[in-house]
């Protein structure tokens, strides 16, 4: 079945969160290159926004304060100490103007990759939790009708 994003994608030159994926994708690793200012949105909603170049990306992303706090926390508030680093986005809903919408947020490359280690645990994990229930006492005279 197609994808409608697929069919109508973003042509904005800053990245969507479907760009990313749904809520229910995996988050996207990434490094981050630069960080610049630029205009987001038009006329009356035109503002000026930090703007984070990606390695992995053609499109930069628009940082919000949320998002950009949360790169400080991790990297420091030096924009130029972020080059080179690693994060991860994700997609979830938030509240926006009274309304659910799918936003892009981040954290760190080791979570993201922690979450998904202990989201998928390896076979000798699922063996040592899985306990196969005891057999039925049977009667062997007793035909199992």
Same mark, same amino acid.
């Given at each position: 079945?197609?994808?409608?994003?697929?069919?109508?994608?973003?042509?904005?030159?800053?990245?969507?969160?479907?760009?990313?994926?749904?809520?229910?994708?995996?988050?996207?690793?990434?490094?981050?290159?630069?960080?610049?200012?630029?205009?987001?949105?038009?006329?009356?909603? @035109?503002?000026?926004?930090?703007?984070?170049?990606?390695?992995?990306?053609? /499109?930069?992303? $628009? &940082?919000?304060? *949320?998002?950009? #706090?949360?790169? @400080?926390?991790?990297?420091?508030?030096?924009?130029?100490?972020?080059?080179? /680093?690693?994060? $991860? &986005?994700?997609? *979830?809903?938030? #509240?926006?103007?009274?309304?659910?919408?799918?936003?892009?947020?981040?954290?760190?490359?080791?979570?993201?990759?922690?979450?998904?280690?202990?989201?998928?645990?390896?076979?000798?994990?699922?063996?040592?939790?899985?306990?196969?229930?005891?057999?039925?006492?049977?009667?062997?005279?007793?035909?199992?009708?």
């Amino acid at each position: 079945m197609p994808n409608i994003n697929e069919m109508m994608p973003s042509t904005s030159k800053f990245l969507a969160s479907t760009d990313i994926g749904t809520p229910d994708d995996p988050p996207v690793c990434v490094t981050m290159r630069s960080v610049s200012m630029d205009t987001v949105g038009q006329g009356a909603d @035109a503002q000026v926004k930090p703007i984070l170049a990606l390695d992995e990306f053609e /499109k930069g992303l $628009a &940082l919000n304060k *949320t998002n950009g #706090e949360m790169i @400080a926390a991790f990297y420091g508030v030096e924009t130029d100490n972020w080059t080179g /680093k690693r994060i $991860a &986005l994700y997609t *979830t809903f938030v #509240e926006f103007q009274g309304k659910a919408v799918q936003a892009i947020r981040i954290h760190s490359e080791t979570t993201s990759r922690l979450k998904s280690e202990a989201a998928q645990p390896n076979a000798q994990q699922a063996a040592q939790q899985f306990q196969a229930p005891n057999p039925p006492m049977t009667d062997p005279a007793d035909p199992g009708f």
